[in-house]
């Protein structure tokens, strides 16, 4: 990471409404994002050379920059895997692509429709094909369709090795919810919980 150090720095930042059912295509959303955080930075579209994703985003680079008019691309690459590593790898990737001279200007983006995007195929949702690929094959035929039944494994895990309790997790949840209060686009504005609200909730996967 030293590398990076006073190389490459974010310029610019978009985003769109935060909703659980925007009734719009992932690519618009990407769209908006992306030429909302161009704007921000003082660039134009044909200033971007590089684009960087999370491997698991439905939105294709050469659609993307088709739609944003962005001429041509020097760099692409995506981060893999899930939760927060894969959207924040994409950010270091950018990183990289300009700390190398491969890229001038890099967006690092993800967009999705976690309800209304049922249309497109998602990590997470149960297959509806006869059998399934990969290492989804160990984990699928089982019951493991969900991040939250995966990571509840490692949870009960952790709880098993260090001591770890509810009230741990609970704690994390609260702080999370408590930073949300103080932005004006989030979901959970103005709904604050507490550790006794976390506990009383319903348990969503605890194998």
Do not use: W
């Given at each position: 990471m030293e590398n990076l150090k006073d190389k490459a720095a974010i310029v610019g930042i978009g985003h769109t409404e935060y909703s659980k059912d925007s009734g719009r295509s992932e690519m618009s959303l990407a769209v908006e994002s992306i030429g909302a955080a161009i704007r921000d930075a003082g660039l134009k579209p044909a200033d971007i050379d590089g684009i960087a994703k999370f491997s698991m985003d439905n939105n294709?680079?050469?659609d993307i920059a088709?739609?944003?008019g962005i001429p041509a691309l020097r760099f692409y690459g995506e981060a893999p895997y899930g939760?927060?590593?894969g959207p924040v790898g994409s950010i270091l990737l950018g990183a990289m692509a300009v700390a190398t001279?491969?890229?001038n200007c890099v967006i690092a983006f993800r967009a999705m429709n976690e309800r209304s995007g049922?249309?497109?195929p998602r990590f997470g949702r149960a297959a509806v094909r006869k059998g399934v690929a990969g290492v989804n094959a160990f984990l699928q035929p089982f019951g493991l369709f969900t991040p939250a039944q995966m990571v509840g494994l490692a949870a009960r895990r952790h709880?098993?090795?260090y001591g770890t309790k509810?009230?741990?997790?609970?704690a994390i949840a609260v702080a999370?919810?408590?930073?949300?209060?103080s932005n004006p686009n989030a979901v959970m504005r103005d709904r604050p919980i507490t550790l006794e609200d976390h506990q009383n909730s319903r348990i969503i996967a605890d194998p």
């Amino acid at each position: 990471m030293e590398n990076l150090k006073d190389k490459a720095a974010i310029v610019g930042i978009g985003h769109t409404e935060y909703s659980k059912d925007s009734g719009r295509s992932e690519m618009s959303l990407a769209v908006e994002s992306i030429g909302a955080a161009i704007r921000d930075a003082g660039l134009k579209p044909a200033d971007i050379d590089g684009i960087a994703k999370f491997s698991m985003d439905n939105n294709d680079p050469v659609d993307i920059a088709a739609n944003l008019g962005i001429p041509a691309l020097r760099f692409y690459g995506e981060a893999p895997y899930g939760g927060g590593g894969g959207p924040v790898g994409s950010i270091l990737l950018g990183a990289m692509a300009v700390a190398t001279g491969m890229a001038n200007c890099v967006i690092a983006f993800r967009a999705m429709n976690e309800r209304s995007g049922r249309g497109t195929p998602r990590f997470g949702r149960a297959a509806v094909r006869k059998g399934v690929a990969g290492v989804n094959a160990f984990l699928q035929p089982f019951g493991l369709f969900t991040p939250a039944q995966m990571v509840g494994l490692a949870a009960r895990r952790h709880m098993h090795l260090y001591g770890t309790k509810s009230e741990h997790f609970g704690a994390i949840a609260v702080a999370c919810r408590t930073h949300a209060q103080s932005n004006p686009n989030a979901v959970m504005r103005d709904r604050p919980i507490t550790l006794e609200d976390h506990q009383n909730s319903r348990i969503i996967a605890d194998p």
